[in-house]
């Protein structure tokens, strides 16, 4: 049975390109069946591959056995010549949840201690179910029957769970002969994965005996479905941005899936009144609004992506530069450059962040808005606001500081990317082409 669970460990890690000794496997170690049997396997194939093997114990604190069970941690790890991390909870709240999360801190400041590092715990085939039941009793979706991945990420470092698919009978046949701690509160089925695993799964076992693999079969299945959507998704992405002809033609429900993505790179809380809230956002397609994400965060898009923005102190104070002729200037992070021009073979569109002007011979200079700028639009006798031209070409608020302009003091000659004043209208005779390569 040993030879058995070993060999699934080290073709896991074979697998994963993992068995490299310059790699730290740092295993989270309670001193129960579960990561005794992982700590006790690693240690052997360590002596094997060479790779460093550190274990974690954390002692929540919260039972009067706690001290004893850590002794036996420590005395464990002496016995395999494995090197220990301890540490104590205090002021934490007596929940599953805290408990959780604050095992997951203390193995992530741990792993940041060293090089190549990797998490492991000890989770198994029992675990994986438990955990698809807990999450359809609060109320999951497709991606919360997938339940417990073999690897996944958090804070940049690896988690791994090579015991996943061993049955947890195999595991305490694997752990005979160890002196095992026994865990009391295990038995307390107040806490609600306690209640499935000794109340819940046993009932679902009379139904059918093989209740268990079931449940693990219909997360395998969740897991393939999530494989088909997130390529989907990928495809409505470029970096951070959404395509938005991509999404637009998209089902609703698969819409929703790339906002949950989409939020989920943003470092938000995909809720799912958050989700329904963008999703009729978005079905109002009007580019003049924006959805408040979070302080200081909006989404927001326009003609070709929907995308999240950090809106600057409306009229900021940035330098402007003086224009003293022909040449390139470094504005923004971009290119503004004014060249003479002989000869046009084709008119460039609004949108292209190039114009072919006659200038005026006046002092001009490179900025962003400011109060009280007006424009004459192009083909119009009368001036206008900038804030009001802009708002006439569906320029979200979110991006209207961010707009590099031409100018002569308050008047706007040329609104990059978006239109030109009818003063630099070429009559005869074009005496400059404008070009702006933004880089935002």
């Not at 460093?52 to 706690?66: D, F, G, P």
């Not at 417990?148 to 005979?176: M, V, Y």
């Not at 998704?233 to 906002?259: S, Y």
């Not at 809380?269 to 408040?292: T, V």
Request: proline share 3%.
């Amino acid at each position: 049975m040993s030879e058995s669970l070993i060999d699934k460990v080290e073709k896991f890690l074979e697998h994963n390109g993992l068995l490299k000794p310059e790699n730290t496997f740092l295993i989270g170690f309670s001193g129960g069946y579960d990561s005794t049997a992982l700590l006790s396997i690693m240690a052997s194939l360590s002596a094997k591959y060479k790779f460093c093997v550190v274990a974690m114990h954390l002692n929540h604190n919260w039972r009067k056995e706690a001290i004893d069970e850590q002794k036996n941690c420590e005395y464990f790890c002496k016995n395999l010549g494995i090197n220990l991390i301890v540490d104590t909870l205090k002021d934490t709240k007596k929940t599953e949840d805290e408990a959780r999360k604050a095992r997951y801190k203390f193995f992530m400041d741990c792993a940041k201690k060293f090089k190549n590092s990797y998490v492991m715990t000890a989770h198994n085939f029992e675990d994986n179910a438990e955990t698809v039941l807990y999450r359809l009793a609060k109320g999951t979706g497709i991606r919360g029957l997938c339940a417990i991945p073999e690897l996944n990420t958090l804070s940049n470092i690896p988690i791994l769970r090579p015991l996943l698919g061993c049955r947890r009978k195999d595991i305490e046949a694997f752990c005979k002969g160890f002196k095992i701690n026994q865990d009391s509160s295990n038995n307390d089925t107040h806490y609600k994965r306690n209640l499935i695993r000794l109340k819940i799964l046993p009932l679902l076992e009379e139904i059918n005996p093989c209740a268990i693999q079931a449940i693990n079969s219909l997360s395998e299945i969740a897991k393939s479905d999530i494989k088909i959507i997130d390529y989907a998704i990928k495809q409505a992405f470029v970096d951070d941005k959404i395509l938005k002809e991509k999404f637009d033609k998209m089902p609703n429900e698969l819409k929703r899936e790339v906002i949950y993505e989409f939020l989920i790179k943003l470092g938000i809380e995909p809720d799912k009144k958050k989700i329904l809230e963008i999703s009729g956002f978005l079905s109002q397609n009007n580019i003049q609004k924006k959805y408040s994400l979070e302080s200081n965060k909006y989404l927001t898009f326009d003609e070709k992506y929907i995308y999240s923005t950090t809106p600057k102190k409306m009229f900021s104070d940035e330098v402007e530069l003086k224009v003293t002729g022909e040449g390139d200037y470094e504005f923004k992070g971009g290119i503004f450059s004014i060249k003479k021009i002989e000869k046009v073979e084709k008119y460039p569109k609004d949108e292209d962040y190039e114009a072919i002007v006659n200038l005026p011979d006046k002092p001009l200079t490179i900025r962003t808005r400011r109060r009280g700028d007006f424009i004459q639009p192009f083909g119009m006798d009368g001036k206008m606001k900038l804030k009001k031209y802009l708002i006439s070409k569906k320029i979200p608020e979110v991006l209207r500081d961010e707009i590099v302009l031409l100018c002569c003091e308050s008047e706007v000659f040329w609104v990059s990317g978006v239109g030109l004043s009818d003063k630099l209208k070429v009559v005869k005779h074009p005496s400059h082409v404008l070009k702006y390569n933004k880089k935002w």
